[in-house]
């Protein structure tokens, strides 16, 4: 289950409230209050610095907040795996941003899907994968993932300074060997279908030296990309949270509107399910449309408060979503099967669905399950659709 969203952002209280003004229809007013805290730039940074055991996450935190591994509130170092669980570290330099060290991708004994589970990875904005000697099959196995969420990460060479004894000793040119190492991975992220991210070569004990402060800098310049991609991804999640209370009410709406379709088809025109399915589908539209519409003074209100045209927020908030064939091929098998029903009865041939006894219950079942079946689908199916272009609004608003 991904982790909540909104407590990143609100109190208990404040998030409650957005539930409610949400329920009450009052939606610039949620959107309002979401981009006040945006625009505030008090935006929670939670950066994943991730990676084997033994590759010098800890001592690259530690590293990165001016402590020592024996210091008061520094990560323990020493080759092992303190916890089994993610802790946080702020980091002074960047306010907002705190440093998370994972537990080591090999140390657990999980496999990659359930370890990722145990560290809640989706719910980091960004990473750093730490990585020793060479480039490991979890190193390209985490950077998809990565990628796949949309979002950025760096990778860090550790412990470059046994790299340069080791070349000193064979009397290779260091430049030479870092050029090899950054080829070397840039060939690998190839290699594993990953657009390379910036990599830095460093030692976590030498904060001056090799790539450390260029890491830094790097960091504090793409402060502001990783937070608007933060925002932009959290989004959706958020206005979902915030609508979750409404939906669960008008879900139990739909169930009960579905559930009446069948008897009230049976009792009303047991051999037409089309048209008692198509009437407690319109109905049902009729009353969500009512239900989820934002009026044109709701649109005028966010239009002032963000200062975009109100023709633009509507054409994001109708911007169609992609067909989901999960939800549509059920659609139109469960429409084939009424529609036959209906036909059978219509045209009298409904000989091969009666009992023995010549009763046409079997047909009126039939139809009867298909319309609930059809009629609960499509109406689910325009409640989150509906709920999908505030979310559009939403985004398009926050942009």
């Given amino acids: 289950m991904a982790q909540s969203m909104l407590p990143k952002y609100f109190s208990d209280t404040e998030m409650r409230s957005l539930q409610t003004g949400y329920s009450n229809g009052d939606v610039a007013s949620v959107i309002q209050r979401i981009k006040r805290v945006v625009d505030s730039g008090n935006v929670p940074i939670n950066i994943a610095v991730l990676g084997d055991g033994g590759a010098g996450k800890s001592t690259f935190i530690n590293t990165m907040r001016g402590v020592r591994s024996g ?4 990560a ?5 795996e303190a ?3 993610p802790v946080g570290y702020p980091y002074p330099s960047l306010p907002n941003v705190q440093l998370w060290d994972l537990p080591g991708s090999n140390s657990l004994g999980f496999e990659m899907s359930r370890y ?3 560290v809640q990875f989706e719910s980091y904005d960004s990473y750093i994968i730490v990585s020793q000697s060479r480039f490991r099959e979890s190193d390209g196995e985490l950077s998809k993932k990565i990628q796949q969420q949309g979002k950025g990460f760096y990778y860090i060479r550790s412990k470059i300074d046994n790299d340069a004894y080791s070349m000193q000793m064979q009397g290779t040119d260091f ?3 870092q050029r090899q190492i950054r080829q070397d991975c840039l060939n690998n992220f190839h290699r594993v279908s990953v657009d390379p991210p910036a990599i830095f070569l460093i030692s976590g004990l030498e904060v001056t030296g090799y790539d450390f402060p260029k890491l830094q800098n790097a960091l504090a310049s793409d402060l502001p990309k990783i937070k608007s991609t933060a925002i932009r991804l959290a ?3 958020m206005m979902q949270e915030i609508q979750r209370p409404r939906r669960q009410i008008l879900m139990w709406g739909i169930r009960i509107w579905a559930l009446l379709t069948g008897p009230l088809g049976v009792l009303l025109a047991p051999r037409f399910p089309i048209f008692s399915a198509a009437l407690f589908m319109v109905s049902g539209w009729i009353y969500l449309r009512r239900q989820l519409c934002i009026s044109e003074r709701e649109l005028g209100i966010l239009s002032g408060a963000v200062a975009k045209p109100v023709s633009l927020l509507k054409a994001d908030m109708d911007r169609p979503s992609p067909p989901k064939w999960q939800v549509l091929v059920p659609k139109l098998l469960l429409g084939a099967v009424t529609l036959g029903c209906t036909v059978v009865g219509c045209t009298g041939r409904d000989s091969l669905f009666r ?6 219950v079997p047909l009126w079942l039939c139809g009867a399950g298909s319309s609930m079946a059809l009629t609960f689908l ?3 199916d325009y409640l989150d659709s509906r709920l999908r272009s505030v979310e559009h609004l939403a985004n398009s608003a926050l942009d």
């Fill in 71 to 74: 210091d008061q509130g520094a």
């Fill in 83 to 85: 916890s089994v669980n």
């Fill in 76 to 80: 323990p170092v020493g080759g092992y």
């Fill in 116 to 118: 990722l589970k145990q």
């Fill in 175 to 177: 430049g030479e060997g």
């Fill in 378 to 380: 499509f109406l689910k």
């Fill in 235 to 237: 989004i959706p999640r």
């Fill in 355 to 360: 009992w023995p006894n010549d009763s046409p």
